[in-house]
């Protein structure tokens, strides 16, 4: 089975512009999070989603949206890009959102802003 | 707002050598996770501990959680060059959120 696959892989953008970033989730999985790791740091929570609806939201400014779809894939958006957005974004998917299931991380979309 | 500290965060040891990391808060989770990271991947989980006082064991690492489930620590027996990586811990929260430390990055050396 595939597991958590995010696209793209890498991607440079300059400041001001927008970006968004795509999540397949494992087949079955139903809940989709986003992460933002910062080099040299820990992930950080943006979202939680979960049959298309937004189930959390961290401390991110309105720049960041996202949402889910029928087939429960994701896609984070960015906008006005600032130096400081430069990061892995991190998605994760997991049956439901509970607490009890076990979170499995996709490889990351490395963003560098210019 | 709930915070996770980690300490240390850097380590380099030799090929062998015993280390322990630990994860520090505040307050109090559901459960505490430990991920391990690699260049260019997402982390994996090592471990989930959900019981204060509760110690598990994966071949040489074994993980224990604080008994008020506030702390968690992680200890590597004879260190391999195989083990280096970031290594997380993480608090989870009933609805699924998790609040990750700042990272140990741990470098064995041959």
């Known amino acids: 089975d595939a597991g958590v696959t995010q696209s793209p892989t890498h991607l440079i953008k300059t400041r001001g512009q927008h970006v968004t970033l795509r999540c397949s989730p494992i087949?079955?999985?139903?809940?989709v999070s986003w992460y933002q790791q910062v080099l040299g740091q820990g992930p950080q929570f943006i979202f939680q989603?979960?049959?298309?609806?937004?189930?959390g939201r961290g401390n991110f400014p309105d720049r960041f949206s996202a949402r889910q779809f029928p087939n429960y894939s994701s896609e984070l958006n960015v906008n006005a890009l600032l130096l400081g957005d430069s990061a892995l974004y991190l998605c994760?998917?997991?049956?439901?959102?509970?607490?009890?299931?076990?979170?499995?991380f996709g490889a990351g979309s490395r963003l560098t802003v210019l | 707002t709930q915070l996770l500290e980690q300490s240390p965060q850097f380590l380099s040891i030799q090929e062998g050598e015993n280390l322990t990391v630990y994860c520090n808060s505040s307050?109090?989770?559901?459960?505490l996770q430990w991920y391990r990271q690699e260049p260019g991947e997402g982390p994996v989980l090592l471990v989930t501990?959900?019981?204060?006082?509760e110690v598990k064991k994966l071949k040489r690492l074994t993980f224990q959680f604080g008994d008020a489930r506030k702390d968690s620590s992680l200890h590597i027996t004879a260190a391999q060059t195989g083990d280096t990586g970031l290594y997380l811990c993480?608090?989870?929260?009933?609805?699924?959120?998790?609040?990750f430390g700042q990272g140990t990055i741990l470098t064995v050396h041959p």
């Open positions: 994760a998917s997991r049956p439901t959102p509970s607490g009890a299931n076990v979170l499995t």
């Open positions: 087949s079955g999985h139903k809940s």
């Open positions: 989603y979960y049959e298309k609806e937004e189930r």
């Open positions: 307050s109090v989770f559901s459960s």
């Open positions: 501990v959900v019981t204060g006082g």
């Open positions: 993480a608090g989870g929260t009933s609805y699924g959120k998790l609040t």
